[in-house]
């Protein structure tokens, strides 16, 4: 057992009281004085010239108190890397999707912005639109950005090894293709923003964020003011899922109107805004080719990946590298080729989502399993076989120094009873297994690190001062889990200042999972500055070495003696009356590689640290609907170190949620050219708590070395390893290798059928009737 | 001249343009959500005990939602000191003045506020009640706290040297007493206060304050809450003048009733409210004996002092020796003895005020010209022979290192035209001068330092995180000139984030002047250090040492060849690449004798440094209405360096108009038994801009080698010395020693009527017609 106080402990978390009482603030909630709502015209056109915008009958409208459109931004376009910026918001020349930005109305009430909208005039020319990735590439294809040739955003090229090679000197090589559509983040929050200029050009902005820093710096560009005159606020934010993680061109305009009129301006999004104009997940298709060893181990694959990126870049780029690097932090190969390739289309523009590419990591297994079925291999061994091992090197010359993916494995393995059911289930029963990695905590360049700056009030309690941001994971409560650990205080003892801009130092924002690792880290450190100032006095009082003393409960006592000790307020007080303030500050930044880069170079250490996960699913197919039930999910995941169990089990329900119920199942965009058919969470169908499964939860600590407390990411390799288990077992249960996701149940049926046909004979006896009979699981 | 980039320049300050446009927000202009109005029930007797308080009617008035009485609260007692903690907010047992605080309502708006209060019923047993210090000497008197025998509060006793044997060496010696009414401060926002609690028991607050952490410790103790769950906000503050510096009765009051229905509650005072429930000056009489050499030098000075401190401690006790010290500070002696009594009476406390015991301090000057003028040496030169110098120690063991006294004397002089003017102005007019000293930031235990910390964005910008408050001196514009001078930044480069006590580190607050001197210094401290972390990183990049760089403008460059430089920006740009955020942290703590009191042990070094200022006014005494015109006044003070010019112009010209045009002129508290009956504007007659006399400003530059840039002290030793010169100028004008302050007309005429009887043979003769014969100037 540690000899922890709360580090390692389940705990309630410290929002909950405000989130369950309902006291909390999102930004909708917000109410300013003389605030004014804002309501953004949208373009109709998937892909059109704009030619004029008369807003001179909009402006008559009663309580419309100010228009902003093009003429009122400057010219500096945005995107995630200086070559990948493309995107002006508000753009006053050309429209590239259906639901771009044209002009947005700030009005004393929604009705009146609303009548405003529509009587704002835009004459359009109507371009060419293309809404499919590989027609995009073709050279008839009208062209979205002058430069970018082909429509292709970005291609990211890694070429390790020789995979001719090793495809020649595989006992086995087959190539498949997989394809997923769009998917969203459906967070429980709309997105929203409140923004309010001072007379002094000080902007106050508010809005759900995967990091008020990664808001301000664009923003800041944006606008062409200083860093120094905005503030992005602390509100509670209702979810991110990789999503909010920069600016959103309502912030810009909700910005704009707010300077414009010198008032307050809230502009809150309807669902179907949300889906369009915040940013989501990219559609996928993706070909893997892979070569194996006659006892399943991978001896090289090469895999090309189009990704349909939409108009824009936005977070995008990234998002190309992100599904192979997981990949090959999971499995092993000695040659591997990848070419992604992120296109343009006119639809709205894709980014980084914590299940990326689920063709890409679902193709991956589902091959793993096709080829293990050719072999005689069960999956599990298949993925033992070519499962990472720690103080390995990634194919991209990561260094992986804490790693339990085969305890994840046989211990998910386990706890389903894989051994009782791989093979011996009823028909239209299925099981799957799924592995996946994540990196935690990648950088992003000079905003990579986080710095946390602890003060003690004379009566011993403590304000950490952070940028972490909790956007729903539990955030806070780890800041004060680490910030009580370390200081021996309650964490009740703990006051929080964090996530905003003005007050808290740089952090690089809640992504990737660097929260803990990075911004937690920050904390730890401080904590131990304030530590050492408060033994340095403790020992002198003691008499006895400052390694000696240990900090706990409010107390600084000497390790083997308890009895002799001295409140820790009473050391703080000595401090005081020395003439010194009781502060420390630290900083953590995450040992990678500063040459590597997401599309140029994505060669070297990216990150601090990997976790792994293994997902086992079992379900059941109704063959009549197509209606997958699951019956149950294992989830097993090496996250270094469990900071909070509590908080990690509802990780873990939420990845699988996520990643598989929804992923897998449900989830996946429609569209009838550029619009999308199904925006709301109506037609979009995200899992509800009611469905899901019951759900066994194996935390796994390999005590990373890095990490604090040895711990690092989280969830998110659940969530993809749970979309390759759902993906595995509906295959399984129908004896067909599902290879186009979401699985929803008209392809289920689809499946079913075309097996029934090609497996019967008489093509005149009732496909229904007979399916029970003949289908059974793939072995 | 300096090589300062904004320190010593004249700039107009950053908080103007949000005042001038009505932006700031005060704390009565709060609006929460929900927020209910607070009205407090007050005593209609001076002494009483409260025997039953019934409201089960005032609950029952609709919109009522929240009443709290002495039963809300924990028995704890507020005071400056833990000996003098006499004072229980919402006393349960029993009243003291008129107007002490028995219950309070929360209610949806002020009229159901007001129509509960109204329904609450008291029982009273009235008690015998005294209102005159010397009276409630009295062993009849009734005593206002069991365990203070006398109504003596506090008594200070300092005996330095041997006054009998001075005064037998003294060639001349005197003794006078002199008396002044109670003052109040008035400052331009009547006393608010909003409070609001989460449902985790946190509290935010806001009120005017001359320190947020001054009201978060005290609030803690009453509420019985810890520090990290007290947030004292920054709120715009419209002016403190010594007040304000400790919990208000109705910070207590308004918390809890926020925590009790869960709701904010606001509290605005009336103008009544302000003057009979915020504590303000004492009432003074002092007899003093000096002894001195024929040359007008003083041997000894015996000083007794009765201060009527009203029905509580509060910061009273501070103020018992206050007004020595200032005297002994400005004026050498060597035989010295004090003693001074604070009394308690059935009227409201009293407290710290910026113009520390008129009586006294006039009392002081007065009686200086009537020695000069049985010598035969005039006010310059009484002063001149009797002026602090540099490198000297005080009665009281603290030593003076910077001192310009004499200086300011004798240009005070020389500008005002002293000498053809003394003993050469009309009938009715006067000339008299003053001169005073003021503590620089004296120490309040293990709150009397100040930490700043600051952050420098990516792009160069500064955040200052400091918990000193502006409440009207200009302290946020002080700050901002330090960080942007010792960066190397302009001015609009810099952020503030100060006075919230969550945020920002302890600070003493800004009583006594200690905002340059300690919280300043803090600020110039962490920028030194930020500088240091930029200017290693600068040497090593243009090759050359630390010391030969200098920031300015945004640039680093060589000292010698600034053509040789490198943008601060990409140093800080350069840092974050090596992964370290850019931050510094600065303490300062002045240096002072831990073991002096206040009371208890007054010896030893109390501050940091000492300002000296000397004032010379001119008046005409109009003999019909006894009203005085004043027809120039000219200050002169020894600042240690003028930061901003601008401000200290300002700093002088509020200080003649509270410490001369009203202090000595208009105000001043008349009552009727324990009734206050000028508690408004419209009687108390603080001075308006119209009243202001023409004011020459000379700033005196001793350059202190503790203060920042050679700063301390600005403003206040003017408020004192004006008062002095003004009360000297009356009674050179009416020839009259005046000795009752204030000195309103009635007094001026019944003076004048005085001495005509006195001087005129045939009483029968008109009084009036006379006079303009026979006044003549006292020389």
Redesign the interface.
């Known amino acids: 057992m540690s000899n922890y106080a709360f580090i390692g402990k389940s705990m309630p978390r410290?929002d909950s009281?405000?989130k369950v009482?309902g006291?909390a603030l999102f930004t909708a909630d917000l109410?300013l004085?003389k605030m004014l709502t804002g309501k953004i015209l949208r373009s109709p056109y998937p892909h059109a010239r704009i030619l004029n915008i008369d807003i001179s009958e909009a402006l008559r409208v009663p309580g419309v108190k100010a228009i902003v459109t093009g003429r009122d931004v400057i010219q500096r376009k945005w995107g995630v890397f200086g070559y990948t910026q493309d995107q002006q918001f508000l753009p006053a020349d050309r429209v590239r999707f259906i639901g771009e930005e044209v002009a947005a109305v700030a009005a004393v009430d929604e009705d009146s912005a609303q009548r405003a909208i529509d009587c704002i005039r835009v004459d359009y020319e109507i371009l060419e639109a293309v809404f499919d990735a590989m027609e995009s590439l073709a050279p008839t294809a009208p062209l979205l950005h002058d430069n970018f040739p082909h429509n292709i955003n970005v291609h990211v090229p890694i070429n390790v090894g020789d995979v001719e090679k090793g495809f020649a000197e595989s006992y086995y090589v087959r190539e498949d293709t997989f394809t997923a559509s769009e998917d969203s983040y459906f967070q429980g929050e709309p997105y929203a923003v409140v923004a309010r200029f001072?007379?002094?050009n000080?902007l106050e902005i508010w809005m759900p964020n995967a990091g008020p820093h990664m808001k301000a710096?664009p923003l800041?560009n944006a606008l062409g003011i200083?860093?120094?005159?905005i503030?992005v606020r602390k509100i509670t934010i209702g979810g991110a899922f990789g999503g909010r993680s920069e600016i959103a061109p309502a912030d810009l305009i909700c910005a704009l109107l707010a300077r414009k009129i010198g008032r307050p301006v809230k502009i809150v999004y309807t669902r179907e805004e949300n889906s369009i104009a915040t940013r989501q997940g990219h559609a996928l298709i993706t070909t893997i080719k892979t070569g194996v060893r006659q006892d399943g181990r991978v001896i090289a694959r090469d895999v090309t990946c189009y990704m349909d990126g939409g108009a824009y870049s936005s977070t995008g780029p990234i998002a190309v590298s992100v599904p192979f690097l997981c990949m090959e932090q999971a499995y092993k190969m000695e040659h591997v080729r990848y070419n992604g390739y992120r296109i343009y289309t006119n639809k709205p523009p894709r980014g980084m989502i914590r299940i990326h590419g689920r063709a890409f990591a679902c193709g991956v297994d589902t091959q793993l399993d096709m080829i293990g079925e050719h072999l005689g291999i069960d999956p599990v061994t298949m993925r033992l076989v070519n499962a990472r091992e720690p103080g390995e090197f990634t194919n991209t010359k990561s260094h992986v120094a804490s790693c339990a993916m085969k305890e994840t494995i046989t211990k998910a393995a386990e706890k389903s009873g894989w051994n009782d059911k791989w093979g011996k289930l009823p028909p239209l029963r299925g099981i799957g297994i799924g592995c996946n990695s994540v990196q935690t905590g990648f950088p992003m360049?000079?905003?990579?690190?986080?710095?946390a700056?602890i003060?003690l009030?004379?009566?011993?309690?403590?304000?950490v001062?952070s940028g972490v941001v909790d956007n729903g994971q539990g955030n806070d409560n780890m800041l004060v889990q680490i910030a009580a650990e370390e200081l021996g205080i309650r964490t009740e003892?703990?006051?929080l200042?964090t996530a905003d801009t003005?007050?808290t130092?740089?952090d690089p924002g809640a992504y990737s999972q660097v929260s803990t690792f990075i911004g937690g880290h920050a904390v730890k450190n401080a904590a131990e500055n304030v530590r050492r100032q408060l033994f340095e006095i403790a020992a002198k009082t003691l008499n006895v070495k400052v390694d000696d003393l240990k900090a706990r409960d409010r107390m600084i006592y000497v390790k083997d003696s308890p009895d002799t000790g001295i409140p820790l307020k009473k050391v703080v007080?000595m401090i005081?009356?020395q003439?010194?303030?009781v502060?420390g500050?630290g900083?953590y930044?995450p040992k990678v590689d500063?040459k590597r880069e997401w599309v140029k170079n994505p060669f070297g250490q990216m990150c601090g640290a990997f976790s792994f996960g293994t997902t086992v699913a079992e379900v059941e197919v109704d063959p009549e609907t197509g209606k997958v039930t699951v019956l149950e999910v294992t989830a097993a995941q090496d996250v270094g170190f469990a900071l909070n169990p509590l908080v990690l089990e509802g990780q873990f329900q939420g990845s699988i949620a996520m990643g598989g119920q929804g992923g897998i199942l449900t989830e996946g965009h429609v569209w009838d050219g550029g619009s999308v058919l199904n925006p709301t969470q109506l037609e979009y169908k995200v899992p509800l708590a009611c469905d899901m499964p019951k759900i066994n939860t194996i935390i796994i600590e390999s005590n990373d070395p890095e990490g604090p407390y040895g711990t690092k990411e989280s969830g998110m390799s659940i969530a993809m390893s749970a979309a390759q288990a759902y993906a595995a077992a509906v295959s399984n249960a129908i004896g067909v290798y599902m290879t186009d996701f979401p699985l929803t149940p008209d392809k289920i049926l689809e499946a079913l059928q075309n097996k029934v046909e090609s497996e019967t004979p008489n093509q005149n006896e009732d496909v229904m009737e007979k399916a029970l009979e003949l289908i059974v699981p793939a072995v």
């Open positions: 410290v009281r405000a009482t006291e109410r004085p001072d007379t002094d000080n710096k800041s200083p860093l120094n005159k503030r360049g000079i905003r990579g690190g986080s710095q700056i003060k009030n004379e009566d011993g309690g403590a304000t001062i003892d703990v006051q200042v003005e007050v130092p740089s007080r005081l009356a003439g010194k303030s502060s500050q900083d930044w500063p």
